[in-house]
């Protein structure tokens, strides 16, 4: 059974960095594409980060250039390093599989504020 633990999550001023770790059980990662997603208050849940089983990295505009996604395969986990946050990065956090999502697990908020 696929178990997803999301951590690291905070309040951070604008302009702030935090880093999110995902424990990963149930799942070999490096056979895997997996990526970070983001729900933001009022808003559906969006794909933000993305390393496929190849490394390659693939980020939306939005975070293009302040986020990084990587992942350790031998600890089985995936980090987001979040740099110049803003207030819009306001989200609760998960991990998941590309392709099929695993149940969900319950995620890291991310505040942004003054």
């Known amino acids: 059974q696929v178990q997803l633990v999301e951590s690291g999550g905070g309040w951070v001023q604008p302009g702030g960095s935090l880093r999110l770790s995902c424990a990963v059980s149930?799942?070999?990662?490096?056979?895997?594409?997996m990526g970070w997603y983001r729900q933001g208050p009022g808003k559906q849940r969006e794909l933000v980060a993305t390393?496929?089983?190849?490394?390659?990295?693939i980020y939306a505009d939005s975070v293009k250039g302040r986020f990084t996604i990587d992942k350790d395969i031998p600890k089985n986990e995936v980090y987001l390093e979040m740099n110049s946050l803003k207030f819009e990065d306001t989200a609760v956090y998960y991990c998941?599989?590309?392709?099929?999502?695993?149940?969900w697990g319950q995620g890291t908020q991310v505040t942004v504020s003054s």
């Open positions: 998941n599989k590309i392709y099929l999502p695993d149940s």
């Open positions: 149930g799942i070999m990662i490096g056979i895997k594409s």
């Open positions: 390393i496929t089983y190849g490394n390659e990295r």
